[in-house]
């Protein structure tokens, strides 16, 4: 059985950064991509990063330059670097593997 377990969230200022990370038990964490995707209360789940079975890394506009996503394959677990923190932020982050998702870790951006 696979398990996504996400941490590192936490309350941090504009222009702030964190580091999420994504452990992931129960699986062969390579070569399977990781997502990372966020959802913020009354919004619709947007993706932020992924990292794909090869190394490719992708963003979309919104993060790209200021979130970088990568993988340890030796401790099995992705991480989320976040810099330059906007308000708009702020949200649930949530790592995915397939079919599989964590439970998310909530980042707080406020001043």
């Known amino acids: 059985q696979v398990q996504l377990v996400e941490s590192g969230g936490g309350l941090v200022q504009p222009g702030g950064s964190l580091r999420l990370s994504c452990v992931v038990s129960g699986s062969i964490f390579s070569p399977n991509g990781m997502a990372w995707y966020r959802q913020a209360p009354g919004k619709q789940r947007e993706w932020v990063a992924v990292v794909t079975p090869n190394g490719q890394k992708a963003y979309p506009d919104s993060v790209n330059g200021r979130f970088t996503a990568s993988r340890d394959n030796v401790t099995n677990t992705a991480y989320l670097q976040m810099s330059s923190l906007k308000p708009d932020d702020a949200s649930v982050y949530y790592c995915?593997?397939?079919?599989?998702w964590g439970q998310g870790t909530q980042v707080t951006v406020c001043s």
């Open positions: 995915s593997m397939q079919q599989f």
